[in-house]
């Protein structure tokens, strides 16, 4: 086995996550000014204008958002890692997407209670707003797979990069799409976002901190073939 060090840039990254959360919800609780600016930047910038193509596009890239997608996406990939054996995998998957994006998520939502904008809903949304559960799923499901991409494929094989750019991809569009949808405040999506962000890196320096030696030498091997190439 090889241990890794901890990465203290991606720790600061984290901490910063974690920072934007507790911002948004302590202002949030207090019914602080910054919200409303937020708030209000949100439905003029990304909500407007309304018209039946975003609508649309917007309606489908929500989908990939979707508690039972993104359930669906973690059984595949834990038990296609339990099948090869990589535990690590399978336990970082199932943490990640089913116990930080669903039980986690869950508990803040009714701790907050957050009613959702009383605005006209493109799509049927129940439940409370805050944090968007959609952009929690949407950086712990795809910022994992990102992760996975980045360990098990080479940097030679093209595919690597289309992956990770869909990936990162869905992580912006997905949270953009709640606002535009009408189902969330652009601070309820900040908040999901950074509180995945925070989750989800520090999941990944704990359960990857030990690793097999040869799937970390091969991320390493991947990023020196990358920097010679330049």
């Known amino acids: 086995m090889h241990l890794r060090k901890f990465d203290y840039f991606q720790l600061a990254i984290a901490l910063g996550g974690l920072a934007i959360f507790i911002i948004m919800a302590f202002g949030y609780v207090n019914n ?81 209670k957050r009613p959702r904008p009383n605005i006209y809903h493109v799509i049927e949304q129940s439940g409370y707003s805050f ?28 595919i690597r990069y289309a992956f990770m750019t869909l990936f990162a991809a869905l992580i912006i569009a997905i949270p953009v799409s709640r606002v535009y949808l009408g189902v969330h405040y652009l601070s309820d999506v900040l908040a999901g976002f950074g509180l995945g962000t925070f989750l989800l890196i520090m999941s990944k320096e704990i359960i990857f901190k030990y690793r097999t030696r040869e799937v970390f030498e091969n991320a390493q091997n991947s990023e020196s073939g990358s920097n010679i190439a330049k």
């Open 32 to 112: 602080l000014s910054y919200i409303t600016t937020i708030d209000q930047f949100g439905l003029h910038y990304i909500r407007e204008p309304l018209t039946p193509e975003r609508s649309w596009f917007f309606r489908n890239i929500t989908r990939a958002g979707n508690t039972k997608w993104t359930a669906l996406v973690m059984a595949i990939t834990a038990i296609i890692a339990v099948l090869v054996r990589k535990w690590d995998v399978a336990v970082f998957m199932v943490v990640n997407v089913g116990v930080f994006g669903g039980g986690v998520m869950s508990v803040f939502k009714h701790i907050f």
């Open 131 to 158: 944090p968007s559960g959609h952009a929690l799923n949407a950086i712990l499901l795809y910022g994992s797979l990102i992760v996975l991409v980045h360990y098990y494929l080479k940097s030679e094989d093209n």
